[in-house]
């Protein structure tokens, strides 16, 4: 029987707090690992988090928990921090970043159930559904065709082909419907998706107008009175995407007047941070508008996704260094060349850091098999592969510059 390789850092020996409860599927991955798992269910105020802290090299959290400046100057062992959600700004990422401390989150885990729910979405406008279902609630039979529509043959125009716009596009060719989309990078359709030329090309085309962009400057009021007024009569508006891209007052008018058959909306400029009662929004009370509180994303099958997307993200770093989708960090990835031991380092991006890790490299005649850098503003992440007989001198000398911030060795 051959003895195992011995390893630079015992697995068994690597701690993982994962607090919020987070879905199974993570703890399944982390402790096939070999790693020491470690949950609570809810999320652990500051001064408690410092105290379980101290000796963990994993932090699973979601929305709830703040890593905040002090949880990280406390956290001398945190390898990385995974938010098993879509938010991150409940971490102080600067501040991890320049410990060198990446995070990783999980943004296209839900991309699914947000695609399948405006699907359903297109069919209960175009049927005038809610407004049926509420009626027969009330004890009213009002058995109607007028108004009502097949999807089939019907256009939908997508504004924003990313995750979602694509996932949605080819799902709705399913149903029958012609896809456009309109997209500020140029995107490949799939399908018999067709890309139009500008915003308002699709809001004259399409019977449904879908959006799907993210949270930015230019998608800020996106849709006001002038692009609901391009809009076809007896169109609808669905959106899933982010509060701020629609100017709820105009919409309000626009469906009043009724210019628009109905609408769908997940998202609001001024979303409750719990859940509550009171909300209160100009749309309430209007005929065939479907008003859901932002769970496009919120399916078991997404936390499910969630789970495995960041535990896997988490794995890969302690055992490769790769960082791909880490959200404060340079993202890179290597495959490690055999029979070598790998340095990680990370340091501070100021000049002639490479010129000092390369005088190191080369004084200690390592033989470089593979390297990779890549830089933000702030640090310098580096990966080596060396020969295995001068990678702890080599290691032990990186740790000694002046601009290192963090230094680990893989074996
Ligand atoms: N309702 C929910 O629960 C829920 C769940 C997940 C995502 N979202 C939101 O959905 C949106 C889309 O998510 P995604 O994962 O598809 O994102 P993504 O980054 O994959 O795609 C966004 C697309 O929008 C395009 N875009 C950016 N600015 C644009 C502009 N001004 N005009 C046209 N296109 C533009 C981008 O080029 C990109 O192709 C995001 O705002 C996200 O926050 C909501």
Redesign the pocket.
């Known amino acids: 029987m051959s003895t195992p390789a011995p390893t630079s850092f015992p697995k068994a020996a690597i701690k993982v707090l994962l607090l919020e409860n987070i879905h199974p599927s993570a703890v399944e991955l982390l402790a096939g690992e070999g790693f020491q798992v470690e949950r609570a269910s809810g999320a652990l105020p500051e001064a408690e988090l410092i105290e379980r802290i101290r000796d963990v090299h994993l932090l699973g959290i979601r929305s709830k928990t703040r890593v905040t400046p002090a949880v990280l100057d406390e956290a001398r062992r945190l390898l990385a921090v995974g938010a098993f959600c879509?938010g991150t700004n409940q971490i102080a990422l600067d501040h991890g970043r320049g410990r060198g401390v990446p995070a990783f989150n999980a943004?296209?885990s839900?991309?699914r159930?947000?695609a399948e729910m405006i699907l359903a979405e297109i069919v209960v406008l175009s049927r005038q559904l809610f407004d049926r279902s509420h009626e027969v609630h009330a004890g009213t039979w009002k058995k109607i065709a007028t108004g009502c529509h097949e999807v089939r043959g019907k256009t939908l125009g997508i504004?924003?082909?990313?995750?979602?716009?694509r996932q949605l596009g080819v799902l709705a060719e399913q149903l029958g419907l012609r896809v456009l989309f309109?997209?500020?990078?140029a995107?490949l359709p799939m399908g018999n998706n067709r890309s139009v030329a500008s915003?308002d090309a699709l809001l004259a085309a399409s019977d449904f107008v879908t959006l799907?962009?993210?949270?930015?400057a230019?998608?800020k009021d996106?849709i006001g009175a002038a692009q609901l007024a391009a809009m076809q009569p007896g169109s609808y508006l669905l959106n899933?995407?982010?509060g701020t891209v629609v100017v709820i007052d105009a919409l309000a008018d626009a469906l009043r007047r009724g210019h628009l058959a109905g609408a769908a909306v997940?998202?609001y400029p001024d979303e409750p941070e719990a859940n509550s009662g009171g909300f209160a929004s100009p749309l309430r009370g209007l005929g065939n508008v479907v008003l859901t509180p932002?769970?496009?994303?919120?399916t078991e099958e997404a936390q499910e996704a969630i789970g495995r997307e960041v535990a896997t993200a988490l794995i890969k770093y302690v055992n490769t260094g790769a960082t791909t989708s880490a959200v404060n960090f340079p993202e890179i990835e290597l495959p490690q060349a055999r029979g070598t031991h790998r340095i990680l380092n990370v340091h501070r991006n100021v000049p002639g850091v490479m010129r000092d890790v390369n005088r190191i490299i080369s004084d200690k005649g390592a033989n470089i098999r593979a390297q990779i850098l890549a830089t933000d503003e702030a640090i310098g992440y580096l990966l080596v592969d060396l020969d295995q007989d001068v990678s702890h001198a080599v290691k032990d000398a990186v740790s000694a510059l002046e601009t290192n911030i963090k230094t680990r060795i893989l074996y």
């Open positions: 879509i943004p296209f839900n991309t159930s947000v504004v924003g082909y990313g995750h979602i716009g309109f997209d500020i990078a995107r915003l799907h962009v993210p949270e930015t230019q998608t996106m899933a995407s982010r997940d998202v932002h769970i496009g994303g919120s």
